[in-house]
């Protein structure tokens, strides 16, 4: 469901007719030009969708006979369409709004054109439909990398993420962190509104990153890039030290990029969170320093079989 009050404060739109419809049921980001509607198509009409009306579509009404004008917006207006908006800054026909308002439909006015208010409004469509999942964990833009902290409670996220902060990193969720797809390959995260910018220190409590820190200190949303799972050291247990296969863990049915780090004391978490957010950095470029070692050793063997011939 659209919240219609959300819709038209986000895309900046000025009510021209109100409706008492406070939310649409609205299942697909895209919009519908209706055209085709006003010459009388009906076969197929996406009604659902948000109706967008452009300088084509205000000029054929404005050119039609009014009695024609009439009986087509009421045909119009008698299916279930949750908002039309005139974009251009243009004005509908008083016709237009008498129908709306007796179908209790929304009408809206943007200035924006109409390829600018539409790609606005199906990226906001969009991101409000994506399938969303929440998360225990702390989320931090690293160097421009979204890196999502995730372990049991006690291990040492929030403490970590604090240093970062304190490093120049971005802070954009702790304890709780939203995820939405954007995209087959795309996650973003982010932050509940009403415990956005605060951090649980244990032994300390609440602190406000953003007021301790400035506002450069916070984000709101982020991608994430990569998972780094924190647990305690367990001895005799086999980590990774060459780092040649990649792992990756599946959210919302997108692939990132996954690893283990173990936690005791006297490791200094930050800086390895750095090291692992640049390493995908270079992994992105192509660049990868296991693959490197191994081709370099491969070539030295190789050369010492061919000496020994």
């Known amino acids: 469901m659209i919240q219609a009050?959300?819709?038209?404060?986000h895309l900046q739109l000025t009510e021209l007719s109100p409706s008492s419809r406070k939310e649409w049921d609205i299942r697909t980001a895209d919009l519908n030009r209706p055209g085709m509607q006003f010459c009388g198509f009906y076969e197929y009409f996406a009604f659902e969708r948000p109706q967008v009306i452009g300088k084509v579509e205000m000029t054929y009404l404005d050119a039609m006979d009014p009695q024609?004008?009439?009986?087509?917006?009421?045909?119009?207006?008698?299916?279930?369409?949750?908002c039309v908006v005139c974009c251009r800054g243009l004005n509908p026909p008083k016709d237009l709004l008498d129908a709306a308002k007796r179908h209790d439909i929304a009408v809206y006015q943007t200035s924006m054109v109409t390829t600018r208010f539409s790609f606005n409004a199906i990226t906001y469509l969009n991101r409000?439909?994506?399938?969303?999942?929440?998360?225990?964990?702390?989320?931090?833009?690293?160097?421009?990398?979204?890196?999502?902290?995730?372990?049991?409670?006690?291990v040492g996220k929030?403490?970590?993420?604090?240093?970062?902060?304190?490093?120049?990193h971005q802070l954009v969720a702790d304890d709780v962190v939203d995820i939405c797809r954007l995209s087959d390959s795309e996650l973003i995260g982010e932050c509940p509104e009403m415990v956005r910018h605060f951090m649980e220190i244990r032994g300390?409590?609440?602190?406000?990153?953003?007021?301790?820190?400035?506002?450069?200190?916070?984000s709101v949303s982020k991608s994430i890039d990569l998972v780094m799972h924190m647990e305690k050291w367990v001895e005799g247990k086999s980590y990774d030290r060459l780092g040649l296969t990649d792992e990756h863990i599946t959210i919302l049915g997108?692939?990132?990029?996954?690893?283990i780090m173990p936690v005791r004391p006297g490791r200094?978490?930050?800086?390895?969170?750095?090291?692992a957010a640049r390493n995908l950095f270079l992994k992105r470029l192509g660049y990868s320093a296991p693959h490197e070692l191994d081709r370099r050793m491969n070539e030295m063997v190789l050369k010492k079989a061919q000496e020994m011939e």
């Open 268 to 275: 200094n978490l930050a800086i390895i969170i750095e090291v």
């Open 68 to 82: 024609t004008r009439k009986r087509m917006l009421e045909t119009y207006f008698s299916y279930n369409i949750p």
């Open 204 to 218: 300390i409590g609440i602190i406000d990153i953003r007021a301790m820190y400035g506002v450069g200190a916070v």
């Open 254 to 259: 997108v692939k990132v990029p996954y690893q």
């Open 128 to 154: 409000c439909l994506a399938p969303r999942v929440t998360r225990h964990g702390v989320l931090v833009d690293v160097y421009g990398v979204g890196v999502l902290l995730t372990g049991e409670s006690g």
């Open 158 to 168: 929030s403490e970590a993420a604090l240093e970062l902060v304190r490093r120049g």
């Open 5 to 9: 009050a959300s819709f038209a404060k």
